[in-house]
C-alpha cells in the first residue's frame, strides 16, 4: 500500500512498484484512510510518506501496526532530520528512505523491507544505532531475561551487526527461511515486534560484537 498526499508521487511509486511485479492493494493520500483500508487491503508492506495532511507519520504508524498487526513499513520521506528518522523507527517503522533514492534503490528497499530487513538511506543507519547505543547505555536489569537458544543468539548477533537474512544464512549455511524463522520465534520470546527493536535488544544486552 502506498501513502502519499502528493498525487503524482504516489501515482509514480504505484507504478514502480506494479511494474516491478508487486500488487498495490490500495494507495491513498491521508493517514486516516490508510488506516482505515489497511485491514481489508491487506499490504505485507506499506510505503509510507511522513507529512501527511491529517495525521502525523507517528500517527499513522501507531495506526497501521494497531489495525494490522505485522505489517512492515518503509518511510519515504524528502525530512532526513535525525528526530523525524528516530520518532518513525521509535514507532514502529522499519526503514527509512529519502525521496532523493533512485528507482532501483526504493524498489530494493521495498523487497528488504518485505523480507523483514531494516532498511534505512545511507547514513541514517548509523543514526538510528548511535540513538540506541544512548538509550542502551544503563539497561535495565534482566533478572526475566528470556532464554534464546544457541542459534537464536547466533542469529541475533548476526542480525545486529547488520547482516541481512540472506547473508545471516548463508554464513550459517542455512536457509533463509530457516533464519526468518528463528527471528519470528527471538521476536516472539522477546515480546519485539520488529527488526530494529531486535537490534536494540542485542545492543543492550552485548550481543552486537
Sequence with gaps: MVVDDHPMWRDGVARDLTEAGYQVTAAVSEGAQAVRVAPAAAPDVVVLDLQLPDLSGVDVIRGLLAALPGVRILML???GEQQDVLDA??????GYLIKSAGRDEFLDAVRRTAEGDAVFTPGLAGLVLGEYRRLAATPAADTDRPQLTDRETEVLRLVAKGLSYRQVADRLVVSHRTVQNHVQNTLGKLQLHNRVE??????EHGLDI
Excluded: C, D, F, T
Excluded at 531486535?198 to 545492543?203: G, Q
Design 77 to 79: 520521506s524528502a525530512s
Design 198 to 203: 531486535l537490534v536494540r535488544y542485542a545492543i
Design 89 to 94: 523507527v521509535k514507532a514502529g517503522a522499519n
